[in-house]
């Protein structure tokens, strides 16, 4: 007996996704396998806004909330 055309995509969708998840988030795959579709959609989004280097100021911000523990 072999498998409805169907399952095929699915299998190989959700491999390449696992692995995906697994490089790119570090994902292992119970987490994986426990995230619902949006929450896999939402992770693997580009990020909204403008993405900026951090400036001197922020990481002087960072090390001094580091230092004051």
Known sequence: MTAPPA???FAGTSLRL???AAR???WRPA???AA???ELACALAPPEGEI???SMA???TL???ERNG
């Open 7 to 9: 399952t095929a995509p």
């Open 18 to 20: 696992a692995g995906l």
């Open 24 to 26: 790119v988030m570090g």
């Open 31 to 33: 987490e994986f396998w």
């Open 36 to 38: 619902t579709p949006a």
């Open 52 to 54: 900026r280097p951090m």
């Open 58 to 60: 922020d990481i002087e």
């Open 63 to 65: 090390l001094e909330r």
